[in-house]
C-alpha cells in the first residue's frame, strides 16, 4: 500500500501518523510546498492532506494549495480515499462546494468530539467512544458541502468530520504528540495551557487516533 501525504507548511507535519504508517510497512511519499506533480497522477492508494498556517483563501501564493483544490473534486468522484486534516479539511469543504471560513469558530486545545447518529456508524470511528477527546489548533472552519455527511461536531465548532464519497475531512489534528504542541505554542507565544489539557488525556488520545488511522486503512 501506498499513501502520498501532502504538507502544505514545513512546521506542520504528519507526527505520530507519518510515523505509523511506516512502523506498519506502508510506503508514504511526500509532496512538499515546492513540489509540482500534479495529484491526479500520483501513484498511491489514498491522499492524505495536512494542516498548515495558511487559509484557503491564501492560494494565490500557494501553489501547491491550489492545484489541490482544482484536482480534488475529481479524486473524490473517482472514489480516491482521502483523509483530510485541519486546512486539509478546510480546502476539501471548499473545494466540493462548501465555503472555507477565515477567523470564524476557532479552537485551541483538547476538545470532545461529538459524534452525529451518521458518524456513530461511519467505518472511520468503529471502536471509538462518543464523545472522544482530540486537539484543536485552528482559527478558520468550514461549512459543508451539500452532497456531503456530517459525520462530527465540537460545542464550539459544528463543522468536525463530514464525508463526501471516499473522501473524509476532519477539523480536528489527530496526528499531533507533545513535542509539536510545544513548538506550536512556542511559534504562537501562547501558554502551556493547550499542553497541559494534552497531557492530561495523552493516552485516550493516541488511542483514538490509532483507530481512527487503522480504520481509514481498512477502507483503502
Known amino acids: 500500500m501506498r499513501i502520498e501525504i501532502v504538507q502544505f507548511d514545513k512546521d506542520v507535519c504528519s507526527g505520530t501518523y507519518g510515523r505509523w504508517l511506516e512502523e506498519w510497512g506502508i510506503d508514504c511519499q511526500y509532496l512538499h510546498p515546492g513540489d509540482t506533480q500534479p495529484l491526479q497522477s ?11 498556517h495558511m487559509g484557503v483563501k491564501d492560494r494565490g501564493v500557494h501553489p501547491l494549495l ?3 483544490h482544482a484536482e480534488l473534486p475529481a479524486l473524490v468522484e473517482q472514489g480516491k480515499p482521502i483523509l483530510a486534516i485541519c486546512l486539509g479539511a478546510q480546502l476539501l469543504a471548499d473545494a466540493l462546494g462548501g465555503q472555507a471560513l477565515s477567523g470564524q469558530r476557532g479552537e485551541r ?7 452525529t447518529v451518521a458518524g456513530v456508524t461511519d467505518p472511520l470511528f468503529y471502536g471509538l467512544t462518543n464523545p472522544f477527546p482530540s ?7 468550514f461549512d459543508l458541502p451539500e452532497s456531503a455527511t456530517h459525520l462530527a461536531f465540537t460545542e464550539t465548532c ?5 464525508r463526501s464519497n471516499n473522501a473524509y475531512g476532519l477539523q480536528f489534528h489527530p496526528e499531533v504528540d507533545e513535542q509539536i504542541i510545544a513548538g506550536w505554542c512556542r511559534r504562537a507565544k501562547a501558554d502551556g495551557t493547550a499542553l497541559e489539557e494534552f497531557r492530561g ?7 483514538a487516533s490509532q483507530k481512527i488511522l487503522n480504520n481509514f486503512l481498512n477502507m483503502i
Open 42 to 52: 500520483a501513484p498511491g492508494d489514498a491522499l492524505m492532506l495536512l494542516g498548515g
Open 158 to 162: 459544528s463543522g468536525q468530520v463530514f
Open 66 to 68: 491550489d492545484r489541490c
Open 135 to 141: 486537539f484543536q489548533w485552528h482559527n478558520d472552519s
Open 201 to 207: 488525556v495523552q493516552e485516550e488520545y493516541q488511542n
Open 109 to 115: 486545545g483538547v476538545q470532545k468530539i461529538h459524534l
